[in-house]
């Protein structure tokens, strides 16, 4: 058990049957009543975010989240395959299980895996990857003063907007965490 008290970004916790990771929190000491604990907790099965608020020195459960170094090796119709870098043993995940995943996902992109006794829960792609552009309009000479953005399909299919100066075959760093242009690679 661990006290909300000692929340930090990142921790994975048990609260209401469901296996949480801590995005942000907040200790509130309001001028009159009890001192509490504003929380945004993401699901780790499905996905959900959700605000909770916690009296302070309340205890939850610590979940012990296992990571896995994998990689990934290829697609089946929705299935996609995973192997064990060090043991050669095979996974296999749903689809549905990687929603946000499959954008930045490469075969032989190495991954975290993450499971909890036993239950794989999902994957955690790096926080950046270079992916190459397979479509997006051809820049005009001149167009870079207004410093204006354009759409680029990627090779996985994730649609980002990038500069003018970028053309059809280039590779670009992505960043994961929220789908955007970082730079040329």
């Known amino acids: 058990m661990i006290s909300v008290n000692d929340f930090k970004t990142g921790l994975t916790i048990e609260v209401d049957n469901g296996i949480w990771q801590v995005m942000d929190f907040q200790h509130v000491k309001p001028g ?6 504003r929380s945004k907790l993401r699901n780790l099965r499905n996905g959900n975010i959700q605000e909770k608020t916690f009296r302070a020195g ?3 459960g610590r979940a012990h989240i296992e ?18 870098t060090e043991s ?3 996974l296999e995940l749903q689809s ?3 929603e946000y995943e499959l954008k930045f996902l490469k ?9 909890y006794q036993a239950e794989t829960l999902g994957v955690e792609v790096p926080n950046t990857v270079e992916l190459e552009v397979v479509e997006t309009e051809p ?3 001149g167009d870079t003063a207004s410093g204006g953005t354009k759409p680029a399909t990627l090779e996985t299919g994730l649609t980002v907007q990038v500069p003018f100066f970028v053309n059809q075959g280039d590779r670009l760093l992505i960043d994961t965490r929220n789908s955007s242009y970082m730079s040329r690679a």
Do not use: P, W
């Not at 009159?32 to 604990?37: E, P």
């Open 96 to 98: 549905n299980q990687l």
């Open 139 to 141: 820049g005009i000479k």
């Open 67 to 84: 990571n896995r170094r994998m990689q990934y090796l290829y697609a089946s119709g929705d299935t996609h395959t995973f192997m064990d």
């Open 58 to 60: 309340e205890k939850v």
């Open 32 to 37: 009159k009543g009890a001192a509490f604990v």
């Open 107 to 115: 075969e032989n992109m190495e991954v975290q895996v993450i499971s």
């Open 88 to 90: 050669y043993e095979q």
